[in-house]
């Protein structure tokens, strides 16, 4: 597992990992679990990680990297 981009996110990333990581390999790979039973922890990082992005700025550049690459993305997934 890797640290967050974010280094006050790292406790609850890596809450989330390890259960993920339980989860994906001792239910889903053995196909007993399709309801991925993390989604809470993988919420609460989102919204720490988000916090943090927001805070340095880094949001904005993400949203305008995203707005730049707009047509170019749409172009890509009509041909799948």
Do not use: N
């Amino acid at each position: 597992m890797s640290a967050s981009l974010a280094p006050e996110c790292d406790g609850v990333k890596e809450r989330y990992d390890t259960c993920f990581l339980k989860w994906y390999s001792e239910k889903y790979l053995r196909g007993k679990g399709t309801e991925d039973e993390c989604a809470a922890l993988f919420k609460d990082y989102k919204k720490c990680l988000t916090s943090a992005l927001k805070e340095r700025g880094i949001d904005q550049m993400l949203e305008e990297a995203r707005a730049d690459h707009k047509e170019s993305d749409e172009a890509h997934m009509r041909r799948s």
